[in-house]
């Protein structure tokens, strides 16, 4: 595995982080800088002696040395990539230029020359380890950071006058050869950790795909946001939980994005890949949806408007009908499983995620009670009739009756009283729980929704439909809609860098293994 590259050359999965990474190093310099001035400076005051921080070339040495430090962890944190790679060319050539001044005029420092050459090795060294760089780019720094000691080391930096010419020569040369043997080892160690970093990135890949940040965690999976390494394409994976590895999971996991693989309608995530990591966890790539759920949307904002919930439900009923015209029930709709977002300039673009419970229909009666509580239609509860398409129907009627009012139609302590809430109780009209007007007729099909009955919910997730369609009397579209995500929309976090090599592996919870090529 070769990952040598020009000098300045930066691999951008290996190195992502470089300028926090060269922040830290430099601030590091300036803090120790600054220790060793404020003891030199409490040590001349002690034995009476001037103050030298500005009085003399090697207190102003100091002084540069601890301000490039400080400006280097300033740049290097807040700047551009072309600037934050200036910065970690240019750090190491001025602090061998002040480490050589100040050691110059310090006529107390016995083989100041020396003293140089070691304090720029501890320097190339602690950078070699701190900052990921190739080989190629740690020579090139390392040579730029000895040439000022090297230089003044042949204009007689460290060299008393009494002494012969030949002795000058041979501090010279020992100056230089200490440089290429510190620039050498300096090189090898950068070698070493700009390998292994490389080779614990490609462990933590998931094919084409580096993590970026965990999003959520769900029934059987966890989710990522990620980045394709080369279309720089962002992605969601959703990966199988560690300690939910049995032959049950791996099948409802995989059914999941076969099912979700097979729809293709507009407002259904689409799946981009499937396979598994070096660990053997299941994965699936999907896309990113770039916006909140319809949970945290109304948990933020407060209920919402009869025509914007009208207009959020045309969508996801269509991706239902989709699923149901192909035999298939979602058995999980709810609010957090109904993203919201903006899509191409259109806003309140609604995404039906998470087909994990899905169900085919086969006229069965469910085996277990799957799904939410607050969602669960009575028969499901009962076990009384086989799945059918009316069970999302209902889900689909709570959903309503929350981004209507914030709340859900029966409410409890514990899960046996929500269930008795939808097996017995009488729902409250949305209207009678807020003080908002609420469009009458879509009052009356969320009610149709939430019938104890299946027959008498609406016939179809198409029929739905049609009567959403009719109670869109109020205007709202994707447009208006786009100019309220553009004043509401959160601000999306910045992508952390990919994990750091430690004890366990991200996607498994288990350590990545690091292959050696074949």
């Known amino acids: 595995m070769g990952h040598a590259t020009r000098l300045g050359d930066y691999d951008s999965a290996v190195t992502h982080g470089l ?132 230089a003044a080391t042949a204009k007689g930096f460290g060299v008393a006058s009494e002494l012969a010419v030949d002795v000058d020569a041979f501090r010279v040369l020992f100056a230089a050869l200490w440089s290429v043997g510190a620039v050498a080892v300096a090189a090898m160690c950068s070698h070493v950790v700009y390998d292994l970093r490389a080779r614990v990135s490609s462990a933590l890949r998931l094919g084409p795909y580096s993590p970026v940040r965990l999003l959520g965690e769900g029934g059987v999976g966890r989710v990522y946001e990620a980045k394709h390494v080369r279309l720089h394409r962002p992605a969601a ?147 009384s009739q086989p799945v059918s398409a009316a069970a999302d129907l209902y889900a689909v009627g709570v959903t309503a009756y929350f981004a209507l009012t914030g709340g859900f139609p029966f409410e409890g302590a514990t899960i046996p009283a929500v269930c008795a809430g939808h097996l017995l109780g009488a729902v409250e009209p949305p209207s009678a729980r807020v003080a908002h007007p609420i469009d009458p007729a879509l009052e009356q099909i969320v009610l149709r929704c939430l019938a104890k009955d299946p027959a008498d919910r609406p016939e179809s997730a198409d029929a739905l439909l049609a009567s959403l369609a009719q109670a869109q009397r109020r205007a709202w579209d994707h447009e208006r809609a786009h100019a309220w995500w553009v004043e509401h929309a959160p601000p999306r976090p910045a992508p952390l860098p990919p994990p750091e090599p430690g004890p366990a592996c991200p996607w498994s919870g288990r350590r990545p293994a690091l292959a050696l090529p074949g």
């Open 19 to 150: 300028g926090e990474r060269l922040s830290r190093f430099a601030l590091a310099v300036a803090l120790i800088v600054l220790g060793l001035v404020v003891l030199g400076e409490a040590y001349a005051v002690s034995v009476g002696q001037p103050l030298s921080l500005f009085s003399t070339w090697g207190g102003a040495a100091q002084l540069f040395l601890l301000f490039s430090a400080a400006l280097t962890a300033v740049c290097a944190r807040c700047a551009s990539p072309s600037l934050v790679r200036a910065v970690d060319l240019g750090f190491p050539l001025a602090a061998g230029g002040a480490v050589t001044l100040a050691l110059w005029g310090a006529s107390e420092v016995v083989a100041p020359d020396l003293v140089a050459l070691l304090l720029m090795t501890l320097v190339l060294l602690a950078r070699a380890a701190l900052v990921p760089s190739s080989a190629s780019t740690s020579v090139g720094i390392g040579l730029l950071a000895f040439a000022p000691t090297v």
């Open 237 to 383: 994976i959703k990966l199988l939980r560690g300690d939910l590895v049995s032959e049950r999971a791996l099948d409802r996991f995989e059914q999941e994005v076969q099912i979700t693989a097979r729809l293709q309608h507009p407002h259904t995530v689409s799946i981009y890949d499937y396979g598994r990591t070096a660990t053997g966890t299941l994965f699936y790539v999907m896309e990113l949806i770039d916006g909140m759920s319809l949970d945290d949307l109304v948990t933020r904002h407060g209920p919402l408007p009869s025509a914007r919930v009208t207009f959020l439900l045309q969508q996801a009923v269509g991706a239902l009908a989709e699923a149901h015209a192909q035999g298939l029930v979602h058995r999980d709709v709810k609010p957090s499983n109904i993203m919201v977002g903006a899509r191409a300039g259109l806003g309140d673009w609604v995404t039906v995620v998470d087909f994990g419970l899905a169900h085919p229909v086969r006229g069965e009666v469910a085996a277990a009670v799957m799904g939410t509580p607050h969602f669960l239609a009575p028969e499901i509860i009962e076990g």
